[in-house]
């Protein structure tokens, strides 16, 4: 369709991988290609019922060899209008159905020592009146997750995808898919969950010196606070390894920024959602969670401002709210263990974790935590300890221009993070 070769994974490459996958500890989703049997019609679209004896074949496979598969998404970019062709969501539904039964067939035979995977669907753009009729016909059993895909910063070769990143604006409107496909599930009644199933932020591969650089981390974090908001459970970036939108570069598989800022939310983020509001500067994102593994909360904050450092206070009452005691202008180099005075809650300390970019360029691949890069050891290949500076928890968070900040306050008693819900 798009101009590509003849493609075909073998059963050897399949041997490979899923040792690939077990030796790194992966939870593999894996897209099966929903077109396979299909006709395109004179209008476009893909007409006819979808022929799963080659999937089907490999899920045998894959259960034979006892090779642990976490879901089995169906399709990719098919949906609403689609990307290149699009499946009605009515047929979509019945191939949901199909497919739901072979993998409901092909691992009773493993009883239940083995989990059985997830099934996935549509891996397409949001699309609220194709969503809803697809959800609302298919059964409710037969569909574990709904998949949707992220890139609403436009083509990577676009020349504004900077200031898109830092108009609050603009990250405001990426909330519209979340909570329109939250409002759609909760309405039909289904048991499935949101994921967003690919989001490399600007299609075509991104863009070099951005979606690889410090600066994608306001676009990727805002987007994973904003996710979790409306209860989106899982987050899948494009990509690890490949185009310019990686976590890792694809020649020497170093991190980039991302992959760090990455790790920070995976360590420290609990996935208890706490609502959170920002009173002062619109450049001020602000989310916070409780805390993974251990007491408390953590609050990411990210600075959009290039040119303003925010000082900033947490109150708990009954929301988070963070407000801005104080902002000045400033050289973007701040010391980070040098914090002002006075604020409402009086306790002990808290954790920071200060994100920069190198040499203060947006563009820069490298990134500092509280003032030092992070690099991974060149002889072991492993990952820099990332560890917190202390503040007082009487003193207000400084948040430095362009700079995100991850804080930890253990002293804060929160009852959503008392609950076992």
Request: charged share 15%; aromatic share 10%.
């Amino acid at each position: 369709m798009f101009g590509f070769s003849q493609g075909c994974l073998a059963l050897s490459r399949w041997d490979e991988l899923n040792t690939f996958f077990r030796e790194a500890g992966a939870e593999v989703i894996f897209g099966l290609n929903a077109l396979n049997g299909r006709t395109i019609a004179s209008d476009g679209s893909a007409k006819g019922a979808w022929n799963s004896s080659n999937a089907e074949a490999l899920i045998r496979y894959t259960v034979n060899k006892n090779f642990t598969i976490f879901g089995w998404e169906l399709g990719n970019e098919l949906s609403g209008s689609g990307i290149g062709t699009s499946v009605a969501p009515d047929q979509y539904a019945s191939d949901i159905t199909n497919l739901h039964d072979i993998v409901r067939k092909t691992y009773a035979s493993l009883g239940k020592r083995k989990k059985k995977p997830l099934v996935l669907a549509p891996g397409g753009f949001y699309d609220a009146n194709w969503l809803t009729e697809f959800i609302n016909k298919t059964p409710k059993n037969s569909l574990q997750v709904v998949t949707h895909h992220i890139y609403n910063l436009g083509p990577g070769d676009d020349t504004h995808l900077i200031d898109r990143i830092l108009d609050p604006s603009y990250l405001d409107g990426g909330s519209s898919p979340f909570s329109g496909l939250q409002g759609i599930l909760k309405s039909s009644g289904s048991s499935a969950v949101a994921w967003v199933g690919e989001a490399g932020g600007a299609y075509n591969s991104g863009h070099n010196l951005v979606t690889n650089a410090f600066v994608f981390s306001f676009w990727y974090l805002d987007q994973l606070g904003m996710a979790s908001s409306y209860n989106t459970k899982t987050y899948c970036r494009q990509s690890l390894v490949g185009g310019n939108y990686g976590l890792l570069n694809p020649t020497t598989f170093v991190p980039n920024p991302d992959y760090y800022s990455a790790l920070l939310w995976h360590r420290l983020m609990g996935t208890k959602v706490l609502s959170t509001s920002f009173s002062g500067t619109k450049k001020i994102r602000a989310y916070a969670h409780c805390s993974k593994k251990s007491q408390g909360i953590t609050i990411l904050l990210i600075n959009l401002d290039g040119n303003t450092i925010a000082n900033v206070h947490v109150s708990t009452e009954n929301a988070i709210t963070i407000q801005t005691a104080q902002q000045h202008h400033q050289n973007r180099r701040s010391e980070f263990a040098r914090m002002a005075k006075g604020s409402k809650v009086n306790a002990h300390v808290r954790e920071e974790y200060h994100l920069t970019a190198g040499g203060d360029d947006l563009h820069s691949q490298t990134v500092l935590l509280n003032g030092k890069v992070l690099a991974v050891n060149n002889t072991s290949g492993s990952i820099p300890s990332m560890e917190p500076v202390e503040a007082r928890l009487s003193d207000p968070i400084t948040i430095a221009p362009f700079s995100i900040v991850f804080a930890h306050i253990a002293n804060v008693t929160v009852p959503a993070c008392m609950s076992n819900s």
